[in-house]
């Protein structure tokens, strides 16, 4: 399709010849040769007098800067920002966004043996990474280094969380794990541990050590990265 063929703002889908209709695209082409906003047309499914569904999906990436992984930090209220996007289209939208980081997180969960720090983020970085305050988790393992379970032990605001050591160790006794892996987020995107998580972390250590349980990292998440305590010597 040409530049003069783009749809203009404002025609309808209907409008379009059969093979740029994003439904009709998908049905004879499949997904993979669809855009990101004909994705996002479809699940908006409708316009209004001034908008098509595919105006529509561009005006959701064009508010995320065309960057899916800010499209995934969104709540109800940034779609309703958009004129011609109600509450009923913003709950579709945020639906389908929380599918996809599902299927994610269930892949993660299926790399079971933690061998690094890049394992222990896999199993967190959905559940962390687009987070607008703080939260804590412990990744808790079997002697063999396999997954036992993940914990959040508490959740914050925008700059920190409280977090109580007896609630990790007591949660290491019943799954009877030998190692944990603490890890938090940081929503202001810088990966460097403050003094708090410095002094957090020795003090896990310590209580770790009276049980008998191995602290091997610490993992802060920020966007699609990460810092490990381990690697980094800190430990």
Do not use: C
Not at 20 to 44: F, M, V, W
Not at 184 to 201: E, K, M, R, V, Y
Request: aromatic share 6%; proline share 3%; net charge neutral.
């Amino acid at each position: 399709m040409t530049n003069q063929e783009l749809p203009q703002k404002g025609k309808s889908i209907l409008q379009l010849s059969e093979d740029d209709r994003p439904r009709e695209k998908l049905l004879q082409k499949g997904r993979e040769h669809l855009t990101n906003s004909e994705l996002l047309a479809i699940l908006i499914g409708s316009g209004n007098a001034q908008k098509s569904a595919l105006d529509l999906g561009k005006e959701v990436l064009d508010l995320a800067q065309n960057k899916l992984q800010e499209l995934g930090k969104f709540k109800t209220k940034d779609f309703l920002k958009i004129k011609g996007i109600g509450p009923a289209k913003a709950v579709t939208l945020i639906a389908a966004l929380e599918l996809g980081r599902r299927r994610k997180d269930e892949e993660a969960l299926e790399r079971k043996k933690i061998s690094g720090s890049k394992d222990a983020y896999l199993v967190l970085s959905e559940l962390l990474s687009d987070l607008d305050h703080e939260q804590f988790w412990i990744i808790y393992l079997n002697r063999g280094g396999y997954l036992l379970k993940r914990v959040r032990i508490s959740e914050g605001g925008i700059a920190g969380t409280v977090v109580d050591p007896k609630i990790i160790f007591m949660h290491a006794l019943e799954l009877k794990a030998s190692t944990i892996i603490l890890a938090h987020n940081h929503p202001s995107g810088n990966l460097q541990p403050s003094q708090a998580d410095i002094q957090i972390t020795k003090k896990v250590q310590e209580g770790g050590k009276m049980l008998d349980i191995f602290v091997a990292d610490h993992i802060i998440i920020a966007n699609s990265s990460f810092y490990s305590f381990a690697d980094e010597g800190l430990l």
